[in-house]
């Protein structure tokens, strides 16, 4: 029997669900996330719902890695021996390897999201905050496979995650492991001694962040649109005329970096925009794709950090979320790294985890 | 500084003076790095999910999940079993 908490984006019929804003205050979920059931007919018992920053979103100007989501410290202080969260911009995969846990992104489309407060549709995935690689894995196999709630996954039912590879390669990308610092330099370094290691050269990496940031703020802006004071959650008094209740209640509900991800969304689809901007981010989501060479390697190492600037460090956690690969962060050496697979290779990232503790 | 105040009009939203300072010059950051991308010869079809599925079907049979009281309960206000808004039309 496993301790989960659940971040507060994650349904429970009956229970209120905010993810971290006031305009979903009041709010009662009619309906339980299908991993919640999951999880319960796997005899798991959920402890506590974990507080978040409002649906996730991360100040992308401020470095706040000190401040640790509660999902985290939960696992960390030994409260739960799991949590799930929805990590979109790498806040939680750095903190999770920062303080000695690990989180586990799983291949878009294996884990439903029926019952996610969405946010970045083509991007949200919930993962796993856990001890270590192959615990979080066993909990992983409980969650995912096909679910129709979910109109975007891959059609297997279950995932066989304890199959193994003998030798793993591991591709480095150097340029940019070299950003880090010196600690973190050195534990890649001993990491990639324990493998067949290969220079990559990550194509196009100087612009994750920027691919990243357009799509999310598309999608977050879209997506937010539906909080307008009508069916639910939280509505302002005072209003005259539906015009202005969307307006009042919109603009006390939302938190500030909410109101950031909404209007630069709303920039980069306006009809002058559109085309330099999202319409380009979307072609480069493709290049990126493309420009992967899983042939030559079969696990991506990065570091958790390169950066005091947390929208340069965005980069880092980029590609899972633009492509829908697999990546789990830890502690390694007493640093911060993650390792990247091919899409449904989350055995690979567990082989090397253990190769690697041992 | 960028002038945001129409982008806040689409988004149905009215930010306060320290806010729009904040948002704005975010948003002249975001901008301004956005710009790198045009630099890039980006010849292909655009990606818009990651999976290569292209639709789900199921029975084209009417499910009734969540009751018409449990939808109501979430309601900010209701009058006589239905989500009450103000007017509409004048």
């Known amino acids: 029997m496993n301790r989960v908490v659940l971040e507060d984006c994650i349904m429970q019929k009956g229970i209120p669900v905010t993810a971290g804003s006031k305009i979903l205050e009041n709010f009662i979920s009619p309906l339980t996330a299908t991993v919640v059931n999951k999880l319960l007919d796997h005899g798991n018992v959920i402890v506590q719902r974990a507080k978040m920053y409002e649906f996730g979103i991360p100040n992308f100007f401020t470095d706040d890695s000190d401040e640790i989501p509660e999902a985290i410290k939960v696992v960390k202080d030994g409260v739960a021996d799991y949590s799930l969260c929805n990590d979109l911009f790498g806040k939680y995969r750095r903190n999770a390897a920062e303080t000695g846990c690990c989180y586990i992104h799983p291949t878009y489309g294996t884990v439903s999201r029926f019952g996610l407060i969405p946010l970045v549709s083509s991007m949200d995935q919930i993962g796993v905050v856990c001890k270590s690689i192959p615990e979080g894995l066993k909990l992983l196999s409980q969650i995912a496979g096909n679910d129709l709630e979910d ?32 600690e973190t330099q050195s534990a890649i370094k001993e990491f990639a001694e324990k493998f067949n290691s290969v220079n990559v ?3 196009y990496f100087d612009v994750y962040k920027q691919v990243m940031m357009i799509l999310s703020c598309a999608e ?18 005072g209003y005259k005329g539906i015009d202005d209740l969307y307006i009042k209640t919109r603009s006390e509900g939302l938190g500030v970096e909410t109101k950031l991800a909404a209007i630069m969304g709303a920039m980069v689809l306006s009809k002058n925009q559109y085309t330099p901007y999202y319409e380009q981010a979307t072609k480069i989501r493709r290049l990126i794709k493309e420009s992967l060479r899983f042939d030559a390697y079969d696990i991506i190492v990065l570091p958790c950090c390169i950066s005091e600037d947390p929208y340069e460090n965005l980069s880092l956690f980029a590609l899972p979320n633009l492509v829908g690969l697999p990546c789990a962060s830890f502690s390694y050496k007493g640093q911060g790294i993650q390792l990247i697979a091919n899409v449904k290779n989350e055995n690979l990232i567990s082989t090397a985890w253990e190769v690697c503790m041992a | 500084m960028i002038d945001i105040r129409d982008y806040e009009a689409m988004e149905k939203l009215s930010l306060s003076e320290a806010e729009r300072n904040w948002v704005s010059s975010c948003a002249e950051l975001l901008l301004k790095s956005f710009d790198e991308l045009e630099k890039i010869e980006a010849d292909v079809d655009p990606l818009i999910t990651v999976l290569d599925i292209l639709n789900i079907f199921r029975e084209d049979v009417a499910v009734k999940k969540v009751s018409r009281e449990e939808i109501l309960s979430n309601a900010p206000e209701q009058y006589d079993g239905y989500i009450q808004v103000p007017k509409t039309l004048e």
């Open chain 1, 151 to 182: 109109g975007a996954m891959f059609p297997e039912k279950f995932y066989d995650y304890a199959k193994n590879k003998q030798s793993i390669s591991v591709g480095i990308p150097e340029s940019i492991v070299n950003k880090a610092d010196q």
């Open chain 1, 201 to 203: 050269d990550l194509e």
């Open chain 1, 220 to 237: 977050i802006s879209n997506n937010i649109s539906r909080y307008d004071g009508i069916k639910f959650g939280y509505r302002a008094s």
